[in-house]
């Protein structure tokens, strides 16, 4: 480790620390990409952590919508049909899968499969 990369982590903040952990994390998962990386209409696989979690009807059909962060960046997941999946929650480690899109400039996966990772010390 260099002076310069010893000097950046003393005077880090709080949410710097815990996104070069979320990177981190998110490199250790094999075949994963990082969010800042996704580009449109790919087929991609990311590993993060669950943010928020908002149950938000869609043209009148219930919507559960979650915004996953890996330290690069956020991509909001969106299940149409569903008010809640069990272990879907805010703190959550999770993997997924899906068809990558962009929403009123948002990078956005719909009914991505997943797959609950454990949190630390679990």
């Known amino acids: 480790m260099t002076l310069k990369e010893r000097m950046r982590k003393v ?19 094999v075949g994963c990409t990082p969010v800042e990386k996704l580009t449109n209409r790919t087929r991609a696989s990311v590993s993060g952590v669950i943010r928020s979690v908002v149950l938000r009807p869609r043209e009148g059909v219930p919507a559960l919508e979650a915004e996953l962060y890996d330290g690069s960046g956020t991509l909001d997941l969106v299940w149409l049909g569903r008010r809640e999946i069990a272990g879907i929650a805010p703190g959550r480690r999770v993997r997924i899968e899906g068809l990558v899109c962009q929403v009123d400039g948002r990078r956005t996966v719909f009914n991505p499969k997943y797959e609950l990772r454990p949190r630390p010390g679990e």
């Open 11 to 29: 005077v880090a903040s709080q949410a710097e620390i815990e996104a070069d952990e979320e990177r981190a994390d998110a490199l250790r998962s």
